[in-house]
């Protein structure tokens, strides 16, 4: 190793960000580990808590929109059976009757 100009850190050669730490040239992430040494225990973060979304009604908006369309449908078309209504909103039987509970 050539001369360097004599400034490094003690601890890991390193040229950057050196301060004078008790005496010693250190770079700042050793001064930073030395200083962790001392007992600065680091806070910990609390964990963001994600808000949990319960919905009690059960309806999405896309049940919302199917339900505005069934309701068009037998309203418009009230002697229809069940099975052109699955037809017609290209949903399954079980869905139909689903939306319909909630009409
Ligand atoms: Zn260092």
């Keep these: 190793m050539g001369k360097y100009s004599g400034v490094?850190?003690?601890?890991?050669n390193l040229a950057d960000n050196l301060t004078y730490f008790k005496s010693?040239?250190?770079?700042?992430?050793?001064?930073?580990d030395l200083k962790g040494n001392v007992?600065?225990?680091p806070v910990p973060v609390p964990a963001a808590k994600e808000?949990?979304?319960?919905?009690?009604k059960g309806i999405r908006p896309s049940s919302q929109q199917m339900v505005e369309s069934l309701r068009k449908l037998m309203r418009e078309?009230?002697?229809?059976?069940?099975?052109?209504?699955?037809?017609?909103l290209?949903?399954?039987?079980?869905?139909?009757s689903q939306?319909?509970?909630l009409l």
């Design 8 to 12: 490094s850190c003690k601890l890991c």
């Design 24 to 32: 010693s040239l250190l770079c700042k992430q050793c001064i930073l």
């Design 39 to 41: 007992g600065v225990s």
């Design 51 to 56: 808000p949990t979304h319960k919905e009690n």
């Design 77 to 88: 078309h009230p002697k229809a059976k069940q099975g052109e209504y699955v037809k017609w």
């Design 90 to 96: 290209g949903v399954s039987q079980g869905r139909i």
């Design 99 to 101: 939306l319909k509970k």
